[in-house]
T-cell receptor, first 114, second 111 residues
């Protein structure tokens, strides 16, 4: 099966600019996650969707970050305006709803804010 | 939030040696996952564990779900240069639906 697709792979922007990332999960995976991974650390959850509904966005900095999954398939994550500390890899992951279902990651988008 | 303690933080080993790493949590988990991440790539799933005491192999890799359900172990036998990378554990607690990740173990294999 095709894996989790993400684009772009790399993005360089200046602080205060906006940026958007796109994710297409594995077909049939109802649950979609966005993670932020800072160099040298494990992934940190930003937001979790179940179909087109938000399950958990408690760690999403909502003053600048937003995400949507309007049709319950692909998703976009936006940052506006970006700060220097947003430089990180943004990973999308998906899994089936079933209890014994692992998490599958995309290759991520590496964001550099200058 | 839930913290996973992963150790060791880094390992430098000779090619052919065996490797062991582990993750511990402060609460009970229902699922343990082990990933390998190469530079510039996303984490790739190595082994998934769903039952206390479960021992699962994937080639030279073997992982175990601890009996207490608060820990998990990953072993790599006869390491080779392509084993180089960062290994992460991830767990799903007994309550809630958020995966938590360890801080990673960086593995260097010296030919």
């Amino acid at each position: 099966e095709a894996g989790v697709a993400q684009s772009p792979r790399y993005k360089i922007i200046e602080k205060r600019q906006s940026v958007a990332f796109w994710c297409n999960p594995i077909s049939g995976h109802a649950t979609l996650y966005w993670y932020q991974q800072i160099l040298g650390q494990g992934p940190k959850l930003l937001i979790q969707f179940q179909n087109n509904g938000v399950v958990d966005d408690s760690q999403l900095p909502k003053d600048r970050f937003s995400a949507e999954r309007l049709k319950g398939v692909d998703s976009t994550l936006k940052i506006q305006p970006a700060k220097l500390e947003d430089s990180a890899v943004y990973l999308c992951a998906s899994r089936r709803t079933a209890a014994n279902s692992p998490l599958h990651f995309g290759n991520g988008t590496r964001l550099t804010v200058t | 939030g839930q913290q996973l303690n992963q150790s060791p933080q880094s390992m430098f080993i000779q090619e052919g040696e065996d490797v062991s790493m582990n993750c511990t949590s402060s609460s009970i988990f229902n699922t343990w996952l082990w990933y390998k991440q190469d530079p510039g790539e996303g984490p790739v799933l190595l082994i998934a564990l769903y039952k206390a005491g479960e021992l699962t192999s994937n080639g030279r890799l073997t992982a175990q779900f601890g009996i207490t359900r608060k820990d998990s172990f990953l072993n790599i036998s006869a390491s080779i240069p392509s084993d180089v990378g960062i290994y992460f554990c991830a767990g799903l607690p007994n309550t809630g639906n958020q995966f938590y990740f360890g801080t990673g173990t960086s593995l260097t294999v010296i030919p």
